[in-house]
């Protein structure tokens, strides 16, 4: 069974950093595309980042680019989010998510495992 486990997370006042862990279980972890997802309340999901199954490729979303960064350790089957220049907007409970690389477009259209969520929140 694949299993994500995050942590990281918590209170930050603007213009601080925050570093998101999420830690692989179950699988191969060089075979899978990563994600970083985020919900703020009242809003849809928003996609963060991704980065390929062996750290070669990144894809961020504009709203987090040039100061997010997403990366692995694939020895510690890790993804991590460094979360630098925080906005009281980046505010949200944050998802890590996987997907396997077989038969998958990238960035990746869907995921199949998700983490439980950890919560950021951004003081002003």
């Known amino acids: 069974q694949v299993r994500l486990e995050q942590s990281g997370g918590g209170l930050v006042q603007a213009g601080g950093s925050l570093r998101l862990s999420c830690v692989v279980s179950?699988?191969?972890?060089?075979?899978?595309?990563m994600g970083w997802f985020r919900q703020a309340p009242g809003k849809e999901r928003e996609f963060v980042a991704a980065?390929?199954?062996?750290?070669?490729?990144?894809y961020s979303g504009d709203s987090v680019k040039g100061r997010f960064t997403i990366s692995r350790d694939n020895a510690k089957s890790t993804v991590y989010l460094q979360m630098d220049s925080l906005k009281p907007e980046d505010t949200a409970v944050y998802y890590c998510?996987?997907?396997?690389?077989?038969?998958?477009?990238?960035?990746?259209?869907?995921?199949?495992?998700w983490g439980q969520g950890t919560q950021v929140t951004v003081s002003s």
């Open positions: 179950g699988r191969t972890f060089s075979n899978s595309h």
């Open positions: 998510a996987e997907r396997h690389h077989m038969g998958s477009a990238w960035p990746p259209a869907r995921y199949d495992y």
């Open positions: 980065i390929s199954r062996l750290g070669t490729t990144i």
